[in-house]
C-alpha cells in the first residue's frame, strides 16, 4: 500500500511554487479594529451561509483553550482549535483562501470570519515579526523545482512544525525547511499535542535559497527563507468593500436611506439571523442527543 501511494504521487501533476497571484493576502494594516467589527456583524450572516463550519464551532468551542495571551479572545482560540482538529474544515478553508481573490469580500467566500481571526491570532502572538524561527513541513505532493533564487508564498495559511518528524502523515517527495518570521507560536491552542507547532499567513513572502534532492528524510528538500516583506494586495480591502455591501447597496437602499429606518431594519436583521443561526445549533445539538444512545449501542 505504501509503494502504491508513493507511486501515484510520483505520477502526479507538478505543482508550481510562486506567488500564489490568487490567493486572499489581506493581513488588516491599519484597518483592524474596523475590520474585526465589521467581521463580528457579517460573521452573524455568514455562518449561516456556512453550517458545516457553524456547527463544527458549536461543538467543538467548548473544548478549545482558554487564551493565556494578550489580545488574543475566545474566538482567536477556537477559531486556531478548528482549524488543527479538523482536517475537512482546513483543506475547504485553505483551498477557498489560495483561490479565492475574486471572491473575497464577496458571499462567493464563506470564511471571513476564520481568515480574519487565524490572521489576528498569528498577529498577535507575534506582533513584531521579531521572532524568526525554522520550521518544517512534509508533503506527498510534487512541485516545480526550477525555482531557486525565486520568491515564493504559499497561498494558504501553513501549519509547520519545529521538528523534521511531523505531526501529520509523514510525505517524504516534496519538505520544506522554513525561515519564517511571521508566522507565530500555536501549541498551546492547537488540538494537537506536540511541541513547536507553528502557524504561516498567507502574505509572507520566502526566497528560494535552494533545491536539494536526496536528502535521507526527503525526496526534495525547498529551503526557504522569508524575506521579512510581506505582500498583501488585499490590505484592507473587506473593510472597504465590505462596508458597501452591508452599508451602501444593502441598508442604505432600505426606507429610502432614511436613517432611523435603515438603523431600525440593520437591528432586526442582525437579530433575525443570531435567532436563525442559534436555532440551526439547537436543532443540530438535539440530533447529536438523539443520536448519541444509537451510535453507542452500535459500538
Known amino acids: 500500500m505504501f509503494k502504491v501511494g508513493v507511486l501515484t504521487q510520483q505520477n502526479a501533476a507538478v505543482l508550481p511554487l510562486d506567488m500564489a497571484p490568487d490567493c486572499i493576502d489581506d493581513m488588516y494594516a491599519g484597518c483592524r479594529s474596523k475590520s474585526m467589527s465589521l467581521i463580528n456583524l457579517y460573521g452573524v450572516f455568514e455562518w449561516h451561509a456556512n453550517m458545516n463550519f457553524s456547527y463544527a464551532w458549536a461543538v467543538d468551542e467548548r473544548n478549545a483553550k482558554?487564551?493565556?495571551?494578550?489580545?488574543?479572545?475566545?474566538?482567536?482560540?477556537?477559531?486556531?482549535?478548528i482549524f488543527t482538529k479538523l482536517a475537512n474544515?482546513?483543506?475547504?478553508f485553505n483551498t477557498a483562501v489560495k483561490t479565492g481573490k475574486q471572491k473575497y469580500s464577496t458571499d462567493g467566500f464563506r470564511f471571513h470570519f476564520l481568515y480574519f481571526y487565524l490572521t489576528d491570532a498569528i498577529q498577535a502572538l507575534n506582533p513584531n515579526h521579531s521572532e524568526c524561527r525554522t520550521v518544517y513541513l512534509r508533503t506527498w505532493k510534487r512541485f516545480?523545482?526550477?525555482?531557486?533564487?525565486?520568491?515564493?508564498r504559499f497561498g494558504g495559511f501553513t501549519w509547520a512544525i519545529s521538528s523534521k518528524q511531523s505531526f501529520e502523515a509523514n510525505g517524504d517527495v516534496s519538505c520544506f525547511e522554513i525561515q519564517t518570521c511571521f508566522g507565530a507560536d500555536i501549541t498551546?491552542?492547537?488540538?494537537?499535542?506536540?511541541?513547536?507547532?507553528?502557524?504561516?499567513?498567507?502574505y509572507e513572502v520566502f526566497r528560494v535559497m535552494a533545491v536539494v534532492t536526496g536528502d535521507p528524510w526527503c525526496g526534495v528538500v525547498y529551503k526557504l527563507q522569508s524575506t521579512k516583506k510581506p505582500k498583501a494586495d488585499q490590505n484592507c480591502k473587506l473593510s472597504q468593500k465590505l462596508t458597501k455591501s452591508l452599508l451602501g447597496g444593502g441598508l442604505l437602499s432600505w426606507g429610502g436611506g432614511n436613517t432611523l429606518t435603515m438603523s431600525a431594519c440593520a437591528v432586526l436583521l442582525i437579530i433575525n439571523s443570531f435567532i436563525l443561526l442559534l436555532t440551526d445549533w439547537l436543532v443540530y445539538r438535539f440530533k447529536m442527543i438523539?443520536?448519541?444512545?444509537?451510535m453507542y449501542m452500535e459500538n
Open 290 to 294: 438523539i443520536a448519541w444512545p444509537i
Open 89 to 92: 474544515i482546513r483543506q475547504d
Open 144 to 152: 516545480d523545482q526550477d525555482v531557486i533564487d525565486t520568491n515564493v
Open 188 to 202: 498551546h491552542y492547537s488540538s494537537v499535542n506536540q511541541m513547536g507547532q507553528v502557524l504561516i499567513p498567507t
Open 66 to 81: 482558554k487564551p493565556v495571551h494578550k489580545h488574543l479572545q475566545d474566538d482567536h482560540a477556537t477559531s486556531l482549535y
